[in-house]
Structure formats: C-alpha cells, structure tokens
C-alpha cells in the first residue's frame, strides 16, 4: 500500500533572503548567492556568479541556444521516462540525439517569486519527424532547502545547492504533492532516486548543461549533456 505523509509549512529558509537587498538593482539578483553562502559562492567561475545573479524584470526572459552533446538512458529509465509522459514529460523522451539544436529559456515569475524554465531539444536525424521536445518547469524559492521545482499538476521536490569542481550542481531531495493547500511527501522510496543538474563552465560564453538521474536498485537511468551559449553571443 502507498502511503502519504503530511509535511507541515512552517519551515524556514536556511538563510532568510533580505527583501530589500531583493530589491537592489545595483546586487544583481542574490538568491542563489544568498542559498550558497560566500564561500561556495566565491569558488565558482566568474561566468557562471554572472549568469545566476543576472537580474531579469518580472515577466522577461533570458534565452540560451545550444546543441545536445548526448542524451542516453538505460532500460529502466526509458519506462520511467515515458511513464512520466502522463504528467508532461519533465524527463528527455530522444536518446541519441547527438548535435541536436537545443534552447533554453528562463523566466522571471514575478508573482511567486521564482523562475519558469523551458527547455527545447529537437529529435535528432534518426527520428523521421521534427517534432522537438519542450520540458517546462517552475523553480520557487521556498520550501525547507530554500529553493523548490515544480514540474507541474503539483508535484514538486526540494532541491539542495552546491559546488563540484568548480561546477554549480542542483541535488533532488523529498518529492512532494501540493494539494488543498498541503504539501503531500511522496512515498519514500522515490527519495532514492537522485537527480543531479549541472552548471559547469566552458569558457568563451559557452557551458555545459548535464542531466544524471541515479537510483540503488537500477543504475544510472539517464545521462544527459548540452551545450549553451548566451543567444546574445
């Protein structure tokens, strides 16, 4: 039997963000310095503190084309993929898409206070159709690791910052259902699946998008790399 457990909402942020630093355009915006902390912060490439304490007015996006690096995926991720088709597909649905043209969007949600990610990556040559895939999410910054995404019809995970390697990581942690106006933790098993993103910088305006999903029991179900570029450039 599934069961849910109810988490209750009065959590605090590990570092409560100062509204009126928010608000100063001359900072840039703070919040993913302010969840890191100055040291990790510092030790991040001077690009990547760029383009993550970019400000962007409430409703205007920033735009990153790209190309897909690869896209794998072994037999159990495949299922859990497609299974997920159900809920829009947050997870890549093309393997061997190498050289792919790929876009990236971040908006500003001035409403929540967070952010609207897009991304767009096409089918690859072997497909037979042109049709590309748009993954859609939404990123908050609350909940009790300071920062949430969301990938629609209310279900959402925490998620943890850090820096490897000179490499912006984002680490999953509880899964959750928001309904009602509670927060509904996902069965625990599902906190076995680890997904990792990361930020790392190549240099000449270029950085790698990875995507790694892991669980104990069925390896590494997707491995994901894309190239971006600021569209500016």
Same mark, same amino acid.
Request: aromatic residues 12%; proline residues 4%.
């Given at each position: 039997?599934?069961?849910?457990?109810?988490?209750h909402?009065?959590?605090?942020?590990?570092?409560?963000?100062?509204?009126?630093?928010?608000?100063?355009?001359?900072?840039?915006?703070?919040?993913?310095r302010?969840?890191?902390?100055?040291?990790?912060?510092?030790?991040?490439p001077?690009?990547?503190r760029?383009?993550?304490s970019?400000r962007?007015?409430?409703g205007e996006?920033?735009? =990153?084309? +790209? /190309?897909?690096?690869?896209?794998?995926?072994?037999? $159990?991720g495949?299922i859990?993929?497609? @299974?997920?088709?159900?809920?829009g597909?947050?997870?890549?649905l093309y393997?061997?898409?190498?050289?792919?043209p790929?876009?990236?969007?971040?908006?500003?949600?001035?409403?929540y206070?967070g952010?609207?990610?897009?991304?767009?990556?096409?089918?690859?040559?072997?497909?037979g159709h042109?049709?590309?895939?748009?993954?859609q999410?939404?990123?908050?910054?609350?909940?009790?690791?300071?920062?949430?995404? =969301?990938? +629609? /019809?209310?279900?959402g995970?925490t998620?943890?910052? $850090?820096?490897e390697d000179?490499?912006? @990581?984002?680490?999953?942690?509880?899964?959750?259902l928001?309904a009602m106006?509670?927060r509904?933790?996902?069965?625990?098993?599902?906190?076995?699946?680890?997904?990792?993103?990361?930020?790392?910088?190549?240099?000449?305006?270029w950085?790698?998008?990875?995507l790694?999903?892991?669980?104990?029991?069925f390896?590494?179900l997707?491995?994901?790399?894309?190239?971006?570029?600021?569209?500016?450039?």
């Open positions: 039997m599934v069961e849910f457990k109810f988490e909402q009065d959590f605090k942020c590990p570092e409560a963000l100062n509204d009126r630093a928010l608000n100063d355009n001359s900072l840039g915006d703070i919040r993913f302010k969840l890191l902390g100055p040291k990790q912060w510092s030790a991040l001077a690009a990547v760029t383009r993550f970019k962007v007015k409430g996006s920033t735009i =990153y084309k +790209g /190309y897909v690096v690869k896209t794998e995926m072994n037999h $159990a495949r859990f993929a497609n @299974a997920l088709r159900m809920i597909a947050p997870l890549p393997r061997h898409n190498a050289e792919a790929a876009i990236v969007t971040v908006t500003e949600d001035a409403d206070k952010q609207f990610w897009s991304r767009q990556y096409g089918p690859g040559k072997k497909k042109g049709f590309p895939q748009t993954i999410s939404s990123k908050q910054f609350s909940g009790p690791t300071g920062l949430e995404e =969301y990938i +629609g /019809y209310g279900i995970m998620l943890r910052l $850090a820096v000179e490499t912006l @990581a984002f680490y999953s942690g509880r899964y959750f928001r106006g509670k509904l933790l996902l069965p625990i098993w599902l906190s076995h699946l680890t997904l990792r993103v990361g930020h790392a910088d190549h240099g000449d305006g950085f790698e998008f990875s790694e999903l892991e669980h104990p029991w390896g590494t997707m491995d994901q790399r894309v190239m971006f570029r600021d569209a500016a450039s």
